[in-house]
């Protein structure tokens, strides 16, 4: 994702980007100012961090490379690359994250110049559950 935000800072893209919050939506174009900040949590899904070495089985075909985790020191559960033409497509990443009072489930997608969302459930004891969706669409 690095290589990326140095991209979309060069090029400086309008976003048609909403933000839902269970059923309010608000819509706006603009430019986003900081791209390492917009797609942090793409860059947070990184699976190469040291800590999570050995914890992800992985499967490549040609259209695709999926990596997955089911250990529960690991919020990303699974992290898919699609592939067409040689170029990346489309990458989506499920995360999860729980304990006895919270419980997040976010679906993160990525196709290059097209759209990113970042779709979450968000999960509080004693309140009511969140929808979150963020996204944006290149222009």
Known sequence: ????????EK???EIDKSVR????EERKKLK?????KELSAFS???INK???????????TSL??????DNDKVPVKLLNIQYRAGKIFKIQILNSNSNSLYTSNDTLSYYPDSLYEIRKTQHIRLLNQKNYRIS????
């Open 1 to 8: 994702m690095d290589g990326e935000v140095k991209r979309l």
């Open 11 to 13: 090029l400086d893209p």
């Open 21 to 24: 919050v269970n059923n309010t």
């Open 32 to 36: 986003i100012a900081n791209w390492q």
């Open 44 to 46: 947070e899904a990184d």
């Open 50 to 60: 040291s800590a999570w070495a050995g914890l992800f089985t992985s499967d490549q």
């Open 64 to 69: 695709s490379k999926t990596y997955t985790a």
């Open 136 to 139: 944006g669409r290149f222009h």
